[in-house]
């Protein structure tokens, strides 16, 4: 296997995400056993539907819900379960989080001020109030904002300068690492853009690494440098964008890129409809896990649709010129 | 701030045509807008309070009723500062002439009673003390719910403990254990407000529980957590500011059940000792005189009423003025 | 021009009173609906394309009135109805809508099945056991299985897809004129999305009713429509046939609306965002309201309201761009080429292609 000398940034090993409700039988697992890693200085997308595990695995990173099993590895430490206050404090700095919903993401009682300096409060990282104003208004520039909007309620805002107010907040940390939880799902068509090209510019200026949690494939092929799939808490296909659309081969990635809207008028109303229907398929022979077919390309099969899956792919390397 | 928006709504009036010379080619000239002027924002800036203020003093009754129960109020409180009334004494007690006046003879406004004291003097002086049990009660009720409700909604370990605490004290009358604590106690003012407290903080607790479990979970506190922000400085900017209607509406109730408690205990005669004039201390005394000479009976019993529903009124239409969602509209 | 429209509205003009201030949220709208046809209705938040379709069904929020115009439907102005009781004739019963949120549309403390008799039995007059056998058809129309079983569910043992069949279904009940979507599918998932823009598409062909679909999603837009309204600032600003709409859209803001998917973009590029936001509609908009933020603004944009121009039979614009005397300008480049891009992406081993 070719090696890769990218340094590793993000490392997800057997996690496992169960949610009981204190009755002893009755768990939702909500994440079953997922792998994989995450290179510094790369997009990482994250694509399922809603209830697929994929803000659950998002979370379980950010520690703002417990794990039941498996590790999460940080630039080498393990920021999962019980660490020092010290690494918690580094969890903080280095990661921060993007969420969905503008209208639920900000406090709406406090301040566009409080609410982008709160990072900065609970750590003292300005030195005086000088300092930290010109820090504000330095995050609210950067995201196209205007410093006087400082004084200013949250809901005086539309959802897409909500949005960036967010990006703000989480940028002002100065973080290596940011989960974006579906940010743009909320927010209207052509304020998509003004998000995307925001996230792509801080990418570009500092470096960031990024995980992209996202239902809608057009959107994480335009972001992504590698996506994994995810459906029903399991990690079904994990490839480089382009490979992943060019040769996709788990039943559900196929629907899932079938299903994507076109906006062209001839093409989608002469589409088929393709329905992926877990129920009906074979699940006899040994239990599948996530195994490579080429170096970069993790599908999740038994070794029966592994072989299948070999036939298909020869061919469509073959075919694509 | 008094103004009321009811006028209807007018359709738009075709404009005067703005005189421009549609035959000048520089009018087709390309011209960008200024990128910036986009993000400004046109409405003037939202004050909370102001809006709450706004919104309160709107409403007529509210307004009614606050001057209400404020004047009541001032005289509960000034008016025996200038009488120095004192329910153990009675100077008129051997002079039969001064007892059973009715109102408005010789300068009683209120009348007088069976030992001749002035009606108008023992009312305000035990409303003042009724004010002051019902006020006090519902201070720490409040403060020890609050505190209380708002660590145990966060709070997962708690929850399990504090449930059982709470299917224990819900189920205590607050009556019975009010008497009993009286009883073994005495009748201070100490005691009474400390025996009523004693299982109402519970409920409280357990309200502001469930307010804080619904909104534990919203996006803004999980991003706060991201953020590094401890517990307490969540509970006090991120959830107690939602709560404040929440507060305001439990208070507005708390304050005349409080009264009524009181009214309760004294007229079944454990509630403030002999010393002290209280709403339902007069009440009950009077009772007996409740056909022969209706006004001792009436009055107590119309101003305990007044003090309770006018209170209640500002508190609901205070809380209804504090939820942001009305500031819309 | 449509002859004989299903329903047509002029000179709409819809306020609202906020605080002390008003808003003016639909700032005249003319517009005609063909019958049997699905007009797709697009905008950002805050163009009106809700409020809009609420005036249809009495339906504004009580805050809200309809300041001017008429909307004719069957003859009479729906305008003429003051009350709550005269809309009961209309509201689900001629016009019936669905909602975006299906968890929030459907009643949780009453069965499924209940909930689709009750409206039955209320706007048919029929029985008990009449309205609950058509219920089952309805159900099995919508494409729910065994609904035998299903009919004494409640909401929260269906799953969003299928409370939204549901909701469909309910709609349905009373074999409605027109079918208002608004946002049927923006909360489900882009798999059952394709599931339930199908079965109203059917539905329509079963039962012959006229579809307004209110949805930002082009993509959805190029499935359904027959004929496309883009909304901006509580107008209008371009109507067409969906294939001159996607294909030769003359509008600024179409442009941008079309430019700005992230299907046409190019990994490495900036995408391209239309800049700054949509104008406050508190205050009286001068001009064209889509000036400030158009790479094409003109002077007179900034002045005066542009004119409906004609550009076919079928299709308008309200931009200043389409008089004779304004410069020639080329739509950008990414729109003359997105019928081929689409071709590329869709076509044997392309990236969302056949494999």
């Not at chain 1, 300068?161 to 068509?189: N, T, Y």
């Not at chain 2, 307490?232 to 009264?259: E, G, Q």
Request: glycine share 6%.
């Amino acid at each position: 296997m070719e090696k890769d000398n990218r340094e590793v940034l993000l490392e997800v090993k057997n996690l496992e995400v169960t949610f009981n409700n204190s009755r002893r039988n009755k768990g939702f697992r909500a994440v079953k056993n997922a792998n994989f890693q995450i290179y510094k200085g790369e997009t990482f997308g994250l694509v399922g539907e809603s209830g697929s595990g994929k803000t659950t695995i998002g979370r379980s990173i950010m520690r703002l819900n417990p794990i039941s099993n498996g590790e999460i590895w940080f630039e080498g430490k393990r920021i999962d379960g019980k660490i020092s206050k010290e690494d918690r404090r580094d969890v903080i700095r280095n990661i921060q989080m993007i969420f969905q919903d503008p209208a639920a993401s900000l406090n709406e009682r406090a301040t566009i001020d409080y609410c982008v300096s709160e990072g900065l409060y609970n750590f003292h990282l300005y030195e005086n109030e000088e300092d930290r104003e010109r820090k504000v208004d330095e995050a609210l520039e950067s995201v196209g904002l205007l410093p006087e909007h400082k004084s200013r309620y949250p809901h005086e805002f539309s959802g897409g300068q909500r949005q960036r107010i967010g990006i703000a907040r989480a940028m002002i940390m100065e973080p290596k690492f940011i989960i974006a939880d579906e940010p743009i799902s909320a927010l209207d068509v052509s304020i998509r853009a003004q998000v995307l090209n925001l996230m792509n510019k801080f990418k570009e200026e500092r470096g960031l690494t990024y995980m992209f949690i996202a239902h809608d494939l057009s959107v994480v092929r335009y972001f992504a440098d590698r996506i994994a799939v995810i459906h029903n808490g399991r990690i079904v296909e994990v490839a480089p964008t382009d490979v992943l659309f060019k040769y996709p081969l788990h039943p559900y990635t196929l629907s899932l890129l079938q299903a994507v809207p076109m906006p062209d008028p001839q093409i989608e109303k002469a589409k088929e409809l393709v329905v992926y229907d877990e129920s009906k398929r074979d699940f006899s022979g040994e239990k599948p896990t996530l195994q490579p077919i080429r170096p970069d390309h993790l599908v999740f099969a038994n070794d029966r649709e592994m072989k299948e899956y070999e036939e298909k792919l020869s061919l469509m390397e073959k075919d694509i010129v | 701030m008094f103004k009321k928006n009811n006028e209807p709504l007018k359709a738009t009036k075709p404009v005067k045509e703005i005189e421009i010379d549609m035959n000048d080619p520089s009018l087709f000239e390309f011209q960008r807008a200024d990128d910036s002027a986009s993000e400004h924002i046109a409405a003037p800036k939202y004050s909370y309070w102001g809006s709450v203020f706004r919104r309160f003093f709107s409403n007529k009754i509210a307004v009614l009723m606050l001057l209400i129960s404020l004047t009541m109020v001032l005289f509960a409180f000034i008016q025996p500062m200038i009488s120095h009334y004192d329910h153990m004494v009675a100077p008129n007690i051997n002079n039969s002439s001064m007892h059973f006046l009715k109102p408005f003879t010789k300068g009683f406004i209120f009348g007088t009673d069976n030992r001749g004291n002035s009606l108008f003097d023992s009312l305000w002086s035990g409303t003042k003390n009724s004010l002051i049990v019902a006020l006090s009660a519902t201070f720490f009720t409040e403060f020890v719910g609050i505190v209380v409700g708002m660590f145990w909604g966060f709070s997962k370990r708690m929850d399990a403990i504090m449930i059982e605490v709470y299917n224990v004290l819900s189920n205590i009358p607050t009556t019975l254990i009010a008497m009993i604590l009286v009883y073994a106690l005495g009748g201070g003012f100490k005691q009474l407000i400390f025996a009523l407290c004693v299982t109402t903080w519970i409920g409280t607790a357990y309200f502001i529980r469930v307010q804080v479990m619904i909104i534990r979970d919203r996006e803004y506190n999980l991003a706060s957590q991201c953020l590094g922000t401890p517990l307490w400085k969540i509970i006090l900017n991120n959830i107690l500011p939602y709560l404040i209607s929440i507060i305001i509406t439990s208070v507005s109730r708390d304050v005349p059940a409080f009264i009524s408690y009181e009214v309760a205990l004294s007229y079944m005669g454990v509630g403030l000792s002999e010393r002290y004039a209280s709403l339902g201390k007069l009440i009950q005394q009077y009772s007996p005189y409740m056909l022969t000479e209706p006004y001792l009976f009436w009055i107590p019993v119309f101003a305990s009423a007044v003090i309770s529903v006018s209170l209640y009124l500002v508190g609901q239409a205070l809380a209804d003025a504090s939820d942001p969602r009305t500031h819309m509209i | 021009m449509v002859n004989d429209p299903i329903l047509s509205v002029k000179n709409l003009e819809v306020k609202f009173k906020v605080r002390d201030r008003v808003l003016t949220a639909i700032r005249n709208i003319s517009l005609d609906f063909e019958e049997h046809k699905v007009v797709a209705i697009v905008g950002e938040s805050g163009s009106g394309k809700s409020v809009f379709t609420k005036t249809f069904t009495g339906m504004l929020d009580i805050n809200g009135e309809v300041t001017q115009g008429k909307i004719w439907f069957e003859g009479r102005n729906l305008m003429d109805i003051k009350d709550d009781k005269g809309w009961e004739e209309i509201r689900g019963k001629k016009i019936a809508t669905v909602f975006q949120d299906p968890m929030t549309s459907l009643n949780p403390v009453r069965t499924i099945g209940y909930q689709i008799s009750e409206v039955i039995m209320k706007h048919q007059g029929k029985s008990k056991e009449e309205a609950k056998k058509e219920a089952l058809e309805l159900m099995t129309k919508v494409g729910i299985k065994d609904p035998e079983r299903r009919y004494d569910e409640y909401p929260f043992q269906y799953s969003g897809g299928m409370r939204q069949r549901i909701v469909i279904a309910i709609a349905l009940a009373c074999h409605p004129k027109i079918l208002i979507c608004d946002e049927p599918t923006t909360a489900l998932d882009v798999t059952i999305q394709a599931q339930i823009i199908r079965l109203i598409k059917d539905l329509a062909e079963e039962y012959q009713f006229t579809t307004i679909y209110i949805t930002h999603d082009l993509g959805v837009v190029a499935n359904v429509a027959d004929y496309v309204a883009v909304m901006y600032a509580g107008q209008i600003i371009e109507f067409g046939t969906v294939d001159e709409i996607f294909y030769d859209s003359r509008h600024p803001y179409t442009w941008g609306l079309l430019s700005s998917l992230p299907q046409l973009g190019l990994k490495g590029e900036e995408l391209f965002a239309i800049r700054g936001t949509p104008p406050s509609l508190f205050e009286e908009v001068k001009g064209d309201a889509f000036a400030p933020r158009s790479n094409y603004s003109m002077k007179i944009d900034f002045i005066k309201e542009p004119p409906i121009f004609d550009i076919t039979d079928t299709h308008w614009a309200k931009t200043w761009l389409l008089d004779p005397r304004a410069p020639k300008v080329e739509p950008p480049l990414v729109i003359r080429t997105l019928h081929q891009r689409m071709l590329d992406m869709t076509k044997k081993g392309g990236v969302y292609g056949e494999r």
